[in-house]
């Protein structure tokens, strides 16, 4: 079936630190491909999304590419903020490209130190 | 504009209680669905909803129930919950979209603990 591994935490990285978290999928159908954020007490919200093979989805300084080769979608951002501390979660649609049907990874929880 | 509303924000349950989440969006949206998150396992779907009058189960559906009358609420019930219901539940809604342009909204979510 469907799933989505991404790379276990915590990750504590200092300020402007450069932030990659891995995220790989099944290869199954069509997917679109998500990272959402969550900060503390909050919900999740989506920060990027990429619909096909080699499209870049970006925000807010965060960039993340579909590679249908290596079925990956990993999270990068060149230089992070205190702000970005929060937990990160890798997400890909059902194989139809529902969007009603998300399969999450297991989350990343990421701390930014000043 | 609201979004995704989730009451109520916290709750306790003893074992054997019965009880409704409720989630309303006021977005219009035909597509609603409840998910579990529990600590090590990421989110988890429940159930879902593409439109008023038409529910399906997700991937871990047992010990809940789910109707959608109108386009705008959604509500999740425990008949009779148990401790392994304890988790925080989140509701989201989307807009019908062809090759999942349309994200996902996400409500704060319930904090639900069953003593």
């Known amino acids: 079936g469907d799933s989505v591994t991404q790379m276990e935490g915590p990750v504590t990285l200092s300020e402007e630190a450069f932030l990659t978290i891995n995220c790989t999928y099944t290869a199954t159908g069509y997917p679109s491909l998500f990272w959402y954020v969550q900060y503390p007490g909050e919900g999740l919200q989506l920060l990027l999304k990429a619909t096909k093979a080699d499209d870049k989805g970006s925000n807010k300084g965060f960039e993340a590419t579909y590679r249908k080769e290596t079925t990956s979608f990993h999270l990068e951002k060149g230089s992070v903020q205190v702000s970005d501390s929060a937990v990160y979660f890798c997400a890909r649609s059902n194989s139809g490209g529902s969007n009603y049907k998300l399969t999450f990874g297991k989350g990343t929880l990421l701390t930014v130190n000043p | 504009n609201a979004g995704v509303t989730q009451t109520p924000k916290f709750q306790v349950l003893k074992t054997g209680q019965s009880m409704t989440l409720q989630c309303a969006q006021d977005m219009n949206h035909e597509y609603m669905s409840w998910y579990r998150q529990d600590p090590g396992m990421g989110l988890r779907l429940i159930h879902y909803?593409?439109?008023?009058?038409?529910?399906d189960q997700g991937e871990v559906p047992n010990g809940y129930n789910v109707s959608r009358s109108t386009t705008e609420d959604f509500p999740l019930r425990l008949l009779s919950a148990a401790p392994s219901q304890t988790s925080v539940y989140f509701c989201?809604?989307?807009?019908?979209?062809?090759?999942?342009?349309?994200?996902?909204?996400f409500g704060d979510g319930t904090r639900l603990s069953i003593l």
């Open positions: 989201a809604s989307s807009r019908e979209g062809s090759r999942s342009n349309q994200p996902q909204h």
């Open positions: 909803s593409v439109g008023a009058g038409i529910t």
